[in-house]
């Protein structure tokens, strides 16, 4: 076997991706830690950020790295099936603020979606774009769905949600001294309706909670996104 032929082979076994993928995430969590929590050092944006950079220094294509992380991938499934068991936990406490909850869904859904619907079009942006960018609040499974059932592009749209996660849980600290207080519910459930999985990620960090709501609001706008933006695209005739 010769060199080139080994190279090939490690290229296409899971084990290096799982590794790099693990151990950046590793990396950015201890710099996280020793800056002190602070807001440009979010765990993900720099395992992310680790990993585009070893890609393009090693010239591998992104279809690799895809295809070899898919059993960290497939374990997402159970993990956010998981999220139903603090949530059962919470039961009671969830039945006695409904009223609360759906009213800030509904706001938050329909302004994730005109306000960047919005944007699109006031930047002059193409019709395809407007609808990749509509479900970028909603997590990426359901958003890539709702996006290719639209007519959008679902790579785009992912490329779109992860931004969207990036971005809202970098605003987390300075939006939590807006509401000092709010004891953790109010933030989290922004956090999963805005930011989706990698928000409750940031919402647990604030206190369970705080989790706990983020992934209620992660699953109902996953739903509302769903059943709304195909009505509010309609309405805005796009």
């Given at each position: 076997?010769?060199?080139?032929d080994?190279?090939g082979?490690?290229l296409a076994?899971p084990?290096?991706?799982?590794?790099?993928?693990?151990?950046?995430f590793?990396l950015?969590?201890?710099?996280?830690?020793?800056?002190g929590?602070?807001?440009l050092t979010q765990?993900?944006?720099?395992a992310?950020?680790?990993?585009i950079?070893?890609?393009v220094?090693?010239?591998?294509?992104v279809?690799t790295y895809?295809q070899?992380?898919?059993?960290?991938r497939?374990?997402?499934?159970?993990?956010?099936?998981?999220?139903?068991v603090?949530m059962?936990?919470?039961r009671?406490?969830?039945?006695r603020?409904?009223l609360?909850?759906g009213v800030?869904l509904?706001?938050?859904?329909v302004?994730?979606?005109?306000?960047?619907v919005?944007?699109?079009?006031a930047?002059?942006?193409?019709?395809t774009?407007?609808?990749s960018?509509?479900?970028?609040s909603?997590?990426?499974?359901i958003?890539?769905?709702v996006?290719?059932k639209i007519g959008g592009l679902?790579?785009?749209?992912?490329?779109?949600v992860?931004?969207?996660?990036?971005?809202g849980?970098?605003?987390a600290g300075?939006?939590?001294r807006?509401?000092?207080?709010?004891?953790?519910r109010?933030?989290?459930f922004?956090l999963?309706l805005a930011?989706?999985?990698?928000?409750?990620?940031?919402?647990?960090q604030?206190?369970p909670?705080?989790?706990?709501?983020a992934?209620?609001?992660m699953?109902?706008?996953?739903?509302?996104t769903a059943?709304?933006?195909?009505l509010i695209?309609?309405?805005?005739r796009?």
């Amino acid at each position: 076997m010769t060199g080139a032929d080994a190279w090939g082979g490690l290229l296409a076994s899971p084990l290096p991706w799982m590794a790099a993928t693990v151990g950046a995430f590793l990396l950015a969590l201890e710099v996280h830690r020793r800056s002190g929590g602070h807001a440009l050092t979010q765990p993900v944006a720099l395992a992310v950020a680790l990993l585009i950079g070893m890609l393009v220094v090693t010239g591998v294509p992104v279809q690799t790295y895809t295809q070899g992380t898919a059993p960290l991938r497939f374990l997402l499934g159970p993990a956010t099936v998981a999220l139903a068991v603090p949530m059962y936990e919470q039961r009671r406490l969830i039945a006695r603020t409904w009223l609360p909850i759906g009213v800030a869904l509904l706001a938050g859904c329909v302004t994730a979606v005109v306000s960047v619907v919005g944007l699109a079009w006031a930047t002059g942006l193409s019709g395809t774009m407007m609808l990749s960018l509509s479900p970028k609040s909603a997590t990426m499974p359901i958003a890539m769905e709702v996006s290719a059932k639209i007519g959008g592009l679902s790579t785009l749209t992912m490329v779109f949600v992860m931004a969207t996660g990036l971005v809202g849980t970098a605003l987390a600290g300075p939006l939590r001294r807006l509401a000092p207080g709010d004891d953790g519910r109010g933030m989290g459930f922004t956090l999963g309706l805005a930011a989706h999985g990698i928000g409750i990620g940031r919402a647990f960090q604030i206190s369970p909670a705080a989790g706990v709501f983020a992934g209620l609001a992660m699953a109902l706008n996953g739903i509302a996104t769903a059943v709304l933006t195909p009505l509010i695209l309609t309405l805005l005739r796009i």
